[in-house]
């Protein structure tokens, strides 16, 4: 095939798929244009349409305190409509939003900071302490005092200096999975706190970590053997704990997605990293993701040891 031919072809490429883009934008103009119209359809009045922009509701205001860091916060399905936040165990509180009315406050004296906290139903909570402790809440006292949850005295509970992060597991039996800044993964049923379902150690690249403010941890809603971390670099890493037991194993991913790595560097020239994940909520193979440079991925995974997808 002579040059000419051969830049023939790629023009002929190029043009091609110039011409399916402009398509495609052609048809979702359309399909916006319809979609407004059907939300804001004219009425012959002169009534301006709402800006298409998140607007400011209301201020939910914390206790007063010195702490500088970032409040954990959590809500609720249920009505009315509430969140948990805090700093600190101290300070941690339930308020409803639409009122701003506080229903519940910790009667607890300890500083410790909150890495996470989450409903496990609409009476009670789990919060996390930064430290890798469980404490748990009951809403149905006014002011409850957390009761910490009691765990043996295993080496992994007496890393000190390391920080957790924890995420709680859908089911009428909640599983807690907690995350070192070290990469160990600890699987923990609420009902049996004192020894841990399954433990290992996960291939997280530690050595360059900022710090411990984007580590994340979830567990799969639709797949129930299934969990993914994240706030290491700019990857989440999924992994399979069928196999794991409680001795601390090291396990590798079945799949990282790394699709933020190759985004814009920021400004000190490193490589994004992950601030959040979620799991999709019934579809078991998608996974949403954001980085520090703004990006935010909605993307599928499977499972390379089996032939069909997961």
Known sequence: MGAGT?????????????????????????????????IAPSTGSNMSREPDMIKLLSVTTPTKTEDTSWSKIATSCAKPACVLHGQRISNLQMTEIESEKSLWVAGSASLDKIASLDFLDEATAVVCGAKGQLFLVDFRQQQGILGELEEAQTPWAQMEGLSWCAGVGSGEAPLIARLSVGGLVVLTDIRHPSSPLKMAQCCAPTSNLRGADFLSISLAPVLGDNLAVSGFDGTVQVYNTQDWDSSGQEAKPVFIHKGHIFSTPGKDGGSPVV??????????????????DGSLHVWDWSDPRTSEPV
């Open 6 to 38: 051969k830049f023939c072809s790629c023009f002929c490429l190029q043009g091609c798929l110039q011409n399916r883009i402009r398509a495609y934008v052609r048809s979702e103009i359309s399909r916006l244009k319809g979609v407004e119209s059907v």
């Open 275 to 292: 601030t959040t994940h979620t799991w999709h909520p019934w579809k078991p193979q998608t996974l949403l993701s954001a980085a520090s």
